[in-house]
């Protein structure tokens, strides 16, 4: 399927700047700082997968991108444009932010398509031309009439999608957009978000599913209560904050004195002649030195996975909750 979405944005302004921003909220328990200094860009053609644990700060910052939520402080600019001061900013943003919710059920998808394509500024020609093209992408060309109510999950997710695409925003946001899907349309879900990439769209998702993140997004951005803790390529980030595993092959038995040096060093001897040690390199040379002169004759190293620099990175000692700071 080729997927030719999105005009090529060739600029080299960021299609994304968002720079300190800051929201509390006062709820009923007290004030919230949700979000405190977050910035994050995004270029052209580029995926940013946007983790953290519930209550981290995700949607507020979503919301604060997209012009729902007013931040107290900090700045967005979309193409360099500011969305609370040019309705036009917003123009340049698409989003499926809660799910399906912004699809009418009593219209067809392609009524769903004309409709919001207008909204969006599209003459109504328009739009139902590029709502007609949007559904044949997405296989949904043979539901153009039905009702959208009638319509299977993943079939409204994906309208929700074509929705957000109807006016060619060169940015677009999308909440959990594999959630609740079955295994085929996450992976057509995937494969469409990295076709919109390759064709110049820039794209901020939030996702609980690591998995996503690891084979969707170019960079993930992690926040923790409120603030960024980590931001990279997904290999950069396993690379640089989470331990590998390390099995190492012993030509021979190692004897008595080594395999206490190594139980000193925490490290698992589950056969005679097999290491299995967790940590980073220096912990790998350690055991190096306390186990000569045994010949290792093999060496295997296991990546740390995303979810495993993820818990990493959102532990924390006091408090493992995990929700925004609360403001003391
Ligand atoms: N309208 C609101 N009024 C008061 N507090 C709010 C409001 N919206 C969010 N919060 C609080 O702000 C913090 C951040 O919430 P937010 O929804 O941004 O987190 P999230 O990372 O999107 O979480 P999740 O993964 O659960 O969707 C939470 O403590 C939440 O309770």
């Known amino acids: 399927m080729n997927i030719m979405l999105s005009p090529v944005v060739s600029s080299s302004t960021p299609v994304l700047q968002a720079t300190g921003l800051r929201k509390r909220?006062?709820?009923?328990?007290?004030?919230?700082?949700?979000?405190?200094?977050?910035?994050?860009?995004?270029?052209?053609?580029?995926?940013?997968?946007?983790?953290?644990?519930?209550?981290?700060?995700?949607?507020?910052?979503?919301?604060?991108?997209?012009g729902l939520v007013l931040p107290d402080e900090g700045e967005v600019r979309i193409l360099g444009e500011n969305p609370m001061q040019s309705s036009r900013a917003l123009r340049h943003v698409g989003a499926v932010l809660e799910g399906n919710r912004n699809l009418y059920w009593h219209l067809t998808p392609i009524e769903n398509l004309e409709y919001y394509g207008m909204i969006r500024g599209l003459p109504r020609r328009e739009a139902r031309q590029r709502g007609w093209e949007l559904l044949a992408q997405l296989g949904l060309g043979d539901k153009v009439r039905e009702k959208t109510q009638s319509l299977s999950r993943g079939m409204q997710q994906k309208l929700a999608l074509a929705m957000a695409l109807i006016h060619r925003p060169p940015l677009l946001l999308l909440d959990e957009p594999t959630l609740g899907l079955d295994v085929e349309s996450a992976i057509a879900m995937k494969r469409m978000v990295r076709e919109l990439a390759r064709a110049g769209q820039a794209v901020l998702l939030t996702t609980h599913q690591l998995d996503v993140a690891e084979e969707v997004a170019d960079r993930v951005a992690i926040i923790r209560r409120?603030?960024?803790?980590?931001?990279?390529?997904?290999?950069?980030?396993?690379?640089?904050?989470?331990?590998?595993?390390?099995?190492?092959?012993?030509?021979?038995?190692?004897?008595?004195?080594?395999?206490?040096?190594?139980?000193?060093?925490?490290?698992?001897?589950?056969?005679?002649?097999?290491?299995?040690?967790?940590?980073?390199?220096?912990?790998?040379?350690?055991?190096?030195?306390?186990?000569?002169?045994?010949?290792?004759?093999?060496?295997?190293?296991?990546?740390?996975?995303?979810?495993?620099?993820?818990?990493?990175?959102?532990?924390?000692?006091?408090?493992?909750?995990?929700?925004?700071?609360?403001?003391?």
């Not at 405190?36 to 860009?41: A, E, I, K, N, P």
């Not at 997904?234 to 190594?262: H, S």
């Not at 055991?287 to 045994?294: N, Q, T, Y």
Request: charged share 25%; with cysteine; glycine share 8%.
């Open 226 to 328: 409120g603030e960024l803790v980590a931001e990279g390529p997904p290999a950069a980030l396993t690379a640089r904050f989470a331990a590998g595993t390390y099995v190492l092959e012993l030509a021979q038995p190692l004897d008595a004195v080594i395999a206490r040096r190594l139980e000193e060093l925490g490290v698992a001897h589950p056969e005679p002649r097999k290491l299995t040690l967790r940590g980073d390199a220096q912990l790998f040379w350690q055991v190096m030195e306390a186990i000569r002169p045994a010949e290792v004759v093999a060496v295997q190293r296991d990546r740390a996975t995303l979810t495993e620099t993820f818990l990493q990175l959102i532990k924390e000692e006091s408090d493992a909750s995990g929700t925004a700071a609360a403001v003391r």
């Open 25 to 66: 909220y006062v709820g009923k328990q007290g004030p919230v700082e949700a979000v405190r200094g977050v910035s994050l860009q995004i270029d052209a053609g580029e995926v940013l997968a946007f983790l953290g644990p519930n209550g981290a700060g995700k949607t507020t910052t979503v919301k604060m991108i997209c």
